[in-house]
């Protein structure tokens, strides 16, 4: 006998998403008070097109829907900001140093490759529209711990939809 699944009044799914994107979200700020232990180090994707999300021009040009970073021995200035629902932090690429902000709902994946742990996440499409941050100017490179985080692309590990 094969019986349908009743349909929740519930949402349970979202329950489970929430409490996940918690776990990043901890793991984040356990880095931004006592930084990164050891090898640990973290990749972090998210949608750069989401409400909310604040990135430089030519990163958002660049990556137009989603990208990766990598935190793992330079990027400063890490700020979980769980009021605002969201984190900022500051990182170098090609030698320029950027602040990215970054709403909690943005995610879509949490990796700490050392501990072989990961989390993926569907964007939080209904999540609060907040007003745009004013992200500081970006620190010159001198005054920057200096920094080449790698961007990393994993669509190649992407599992496809039909």
Do not use: C
């Not at 500051?90 to 490759?113: E, I, K, M, N």
């Not at 501990?115 to 569907?122: S, V």
């Not at 080449?148 to 190649?156: F, G, K």
């Amino acid at each position: 006998m094969n019986e349908a699944t009743p349909q929740s009044l519930l949402p349970y799914e979202a329950w489970a998403s929430r409490a996940l994107r918690a776990v990043a979200i901890d793991a984040l700020e356990h880095a931004a008070r006592e930084g990164l232990p050891g090898e640990h180090h973290f990749y972090i994707s998210f949608r750069t097109d989401h409400p909310g999300t604040n990135i430089p021009g030519h990163l958002k040009a660049r990556y137009p829907l989603e990208m990766t970073i990598v935190l793992q021995h330079r990027f400063w200035d890490l700020v979980v900001d769980r009021a605002a629902q969201r984190f900022s932090v500051g990182l170098s690429f090609s030698g320029v140093a950027s602040v990215l902000s970054v709403p909690f709902a943005a995610l879509t994946a949490f990796q700490d490759p050392h501990a072989q742990f990961g989390l993926r996440f569907e964007p939080e499409l209904d999540a609060p529209m907040e007003e745009p941050v004013d992200l500081p100017e970006p620190v010159p490179e001198a005054e920057a711990v200096p920094s080449q985080p790698q961007v990393v692309s994993l669509d190649a590990f992407r599992r496809k939809r039909d």
